[in-house]
């Protein structure tokens, strides 16, 4: 009798061992969603998505806008739809690599968000590879209307013909044989007077629609921008009334604040400017 009264507590003991095995059994096969890759891949897309939306920079006139999905970045600058791929992205430094082409060479640039003092909101900085820094202040996520214009400038092949100005003069597009300097104008926009030859290159000073100023055509030569198209580009040198790039306003453009105490040297996109004073309405 006392042999048969423990055979119940042996079975019960046996069957929990049992039970016990099989969830081990079952927890091992479980995958699991917290693994460090996993952690980091994550954290990855949070910072893709954090840097998309539309932006404006603090030196460069227009929007810059940053679009992130199906593991592919776009960036366009106005309207222009920049030639760019995506490097490697560091969550920890809240830093995004972004190999493109500039002056007809490989560049990367460094986005990095930057935070205010108490962390409860952040701009981008953008860094090129000559080391010129440029703030990019938030101004709304991306919407419907940010993807539909995003789709239609980047499916189109080229741009649409612009009609002729008849008010305007003809622009220098074309290297004149008799090089040197040369007095030129500028058309009905401002402009920025670069560093170097290239549109990536640092603003130095803006110079105010219709300005005149000297070109030293010699000195011309394309670059490869961003974009991919080829732009001439020449140094100039200019005398009188500027904005700086952090007084420039977007609505107005740029009301001149200072004068130049020597003459200031740079470069200028050589295609947008003119032969002679545009006519005056």
Known sequence: MKHLSNRPLRLAAAAAMVISLLAACDQSKSPSNTTPAS?????????????????????????????????RLQILQGDAPLAVTLGDVDPAE?????????????????IRKKWNSDHTAYNLSMTGGDGYQETL???????????????????????????LQPVETSPASI????????????????????????????????????????????????????SGANTPWVRV????????????????????SHGTEAPVTGWMNYSRLLSAPRVQQ
Do not use: H
């Open 237 to 256: 040198t200019y005398e009188g009334a500027y904005c700086t790039p952090a007084e420039l306003d977007q609505q107005t453009g740029c009301t001149p």
């Open 39 to 71: 952690v980091a891949q994550d954290g990855k897309i949070t910072l893709l998505k954090d840097i998309s939306g539309v932006w404006t920079p603090t030196a460069t006139p227009g929007l810059t806008t940053i679009y992130y999905a199906d593991n």
């Open 94 to 110: 809240e830093t995004v690599n972004v190999n493109t082409v500039a002056r007809g060479k490989e560049e990367i640039l460094t």
């Open 137 to 163: 202040g938030f101004v709304r996520r991306i919407s419907n209307d940010d993807l539909n214009r995003i789709s239609r400038l980047t499916v189109a092949k080229t741009p649409a013909p612009q009609p």
């Open 175 to 226: 290297v004149p044989s008799d090089r040197g300097v040369i007095d030129m104008w500028l058309g009905g926009i401002d402009m920025n007077m670069r560093s170097c030859p290239g549109s990536t290159c640092a603003a130095v000073i803006i110079v105010p629609k219709d300005s005149k100023l000297s070109a030293d055509t010699s000195t011309i030569r394309n670059v490869t921008e961003s």
